[in-house]
């Protein structure tokens, strides 16, 4: 049997929810990212049938996940509620207690930075550093050309920089 | 993929990759295959059952039982094959498989003689299903030949044929293809070793 054979679902699952997880809590924080987990892999669970063989998986559930984290955040803003809460990253990042203490305050104050970024660059700079992915595939990701991509990232370190390298 | 202009990352990159939310994602994927069970989301579901030969692999559709591999079979094979002929949509379920583990508990146990639980034909071929059928109607207790089998299935002169179609049984053990003997009394084959075969006839007192 071929190895580009789509591989059962649970399989796919095993191998992509740390990423997908890393993703959503970088940029929702952990429990926002708790449903929009849920509603990525039902999505793809549903299309999963339909996806052709040996595609690039990671950077398809990735691009699901990216929606999903679009329509939280757009729920989120109908709520009025202020941006900054991105800090509520806070309980799950590495920030939180022990060997990262020192660094503590300097790490929540860039996850708030990152959280707000304008989309596109927040995705980028996320994808890249979060989800460890190359520029070609968080272009794919969030729908637009490598060269967008890599313009995005760039001008979302930019910006971090300025607020954190002071 | 290298970037256009090669840099050392700074400090604000290291930062970024230092403090990244923990990894457990375990738990939401926990909270999300008990969501797929409950909404019946999945087209296979599976899950593995102690058994006296070792862990077993039980794989189920809404339609009942389509596989059951003995511990040494393949699994990425197997699932390979639902994936092709059924649907790759296949989730681990304990929950979902709780009543087929059940039967086959009671069964092993001594305590069952009928299986109630349906099954799924799907991986078998139109003859394979005759075949199987027909040894599916012997009793607990009882055997039946080869040649009576393929008989039984509508082609007499077919008891090698029917003999390969028992090899590639899917679900050995619930459709009883280990009460198929030689005429005379050998045991003839067994896809899950004869020793299986043995062990199950003792069970059920033929030998």
Known sequence: ?166 | MSDRIAQKPDSVERALRRSQPSDDSAHAARRLQRRIAAEGLADVSYARLDSPFGPLLLAATRRGLVKLAFPEEDVDQVFARLALRVSPRIVAADGQLDPIRRELDEYFAGARRKFELTLDWTLVPPFGRRVLRAASAIPYGGVLSYTEVAAEAGSPRGSRAAGNALGANPIPIVVPCHRVLRIGGALGGYAGGLERKRFLLELEGTL
Request: hydrophobic fraction near 45%; charge should be positive.
């Open chain 1, 1 to 166: 049997m071929s190895t580009t054979a789509t591989p059962p679902f649970q399989a796919f699952l095993d191998a992509e929810r740390d990423v997908v997880w890393r993703y959503l809590a970088s940029m929702l924080g952990a429990i926002d990212a708790e449903d929009c987990f849920q509603e990525t892999f039902i999505a793809a669970l549903r299309a999963y049938p339909r996806l052709t063989p040996g595609s690039d998986r990671r950077a398809w559930v990735l691009t699901i996940a990216h929606r999903k984290a679009l329509d939280a955040h757009r729920a989120r803003a109908r709520r009025a509620q202020p941006v900054a809460d991105v800090a509520a990253l806070e309980p799950c990042g590495a920030a939180t207690a022990g060997a990262h203490a020192p660094a503590l305050a300097h790490d929540e104050e860039l996850w708030r930075a990152v959280g707000a970024l304008p989309a596109r660059q927040r995705s980028a700079v996320v994808l890249r550093y979060v989800a460890d992915l190359p520029h070609r595939e968080i272009a794919s990701a969030i729908g637009c050309s490598e060269d967008a991509a890599r313009r995005s990232l760039h001008e979302g370190l930019t910006k971090l920089r300025k607020v954190v390298e002071v």
